[in-house]
């Protein structure tokens, strides 16, 4: 059946319908798209440069204190205490060592990071160690999550072996793991009366779009654009002159 005949012509209603729900509807896709995602893993190496617009990594025997630091979209920062943390290019003699660059926090202020986007994130594990060679003993840290409206979803505390030589051959950190508490997280916060170090802190659960949906979204874009722009009339002329000539209106009789 020939509905256009039979409607005197005109298009069909639901033609005209999905003409005019075009972006709608791929903004549902997106929408739908971004809900049928994966789960992706990072882990912060605090191995990127000390201040935004720099380049280079924090060197070697070197360290800068930061008043926040971001990596991969990860925000550290110490927004409730008067001292700022630092950023460690490891090799100090004074201060523990593990080969790499590392975060790290003074006594009686609290860290908290979080992602610049605000999305949800799952805390799988971070590596931990004091401040200063020999020190006087193991170091408590706390660790509280936080999702939506501020409210706490777990906290811990967890506790150094006290080990820490610099140099040495030792072992100065230490890599703890996070229960299933600490999933589904906005923001996290670390304390210490005695100050910590911080590295490698493992993020999970960070929610990107699957290979699928991508798919499905832009095969429907595609269709979609194609459908339409394949139903609307072609012009049969150029209004005007061919390009590149100029034409001029006809003059009106006196």
């Not at 170090?197 to 429907?220: C, K, R, Y």
């Amino acid at each position: 059946m020939n509905l256009k005949k039979v409607l005197g012509g005109r298009e069909p209603p639901f033609i005209a319908w999905m003409e005019r729900a075009y972006v709608p509807l791929v903004l549902a896709l997106l929408c739908l798209a971004t809900r049928c995602c994966g789960q992706g893993t990072m882990t912060v190496t605090f191995e990127g440069p000390a201040f935004p617009g720099a380049t280079q990594p924090q060197p070697r025997g070197t360290f800068s204190t930061v008043t926040q630091y971001s990596e991969s979209g990860m925000r550290f920062s110490t927004p409730y205490s008067p001292w700022d943390a630092s950023l460690m290019g490891g090799g100090l003699s004074w201060a523990p060592e593990n080969g790499t660059a590392y975060l790290q926090v003074p006594a009686g202020a609290a860290l908290a990071f979080w992602f610049s986007s605000y999305v949800p994130f799952s805390l799988s594990s971070l590596d931990l160690a004091e401040n200063t060679v020999n020190p006087a003993g193991p170091v408590t840290v706390h660790v509280v999550g936080y999702t939506y409206q501020g409210a706490v979803v777990a906290s811990t505390d967890l506790t150094t072996d006290g080990v820490n030589d610099g140099l040495g051959p030792l072992a100065d950190f230490q890599t703890f793991t996070f229960d299933s508490r600490f999933q589904n997280l906005l923001w996290v916060e670390m304390s210490s009366s005695a100050g910590f170090s911080l590295d490698n802190v493992v993020i999970s659960g960070i929610p990107e779009p699957s290979t699928g949906s991508l798919v499905l979204l832009g095969a429907a874009c595609a269709f979609g654009r194609s459908w339409i722009t394949g139903r609307r009339p072609r012009r049969n002329g150029r209004q005007g002159g061919p390009r590149g000539v100029r034409t001029r209106p006809a003059q009106l009789s006196r």
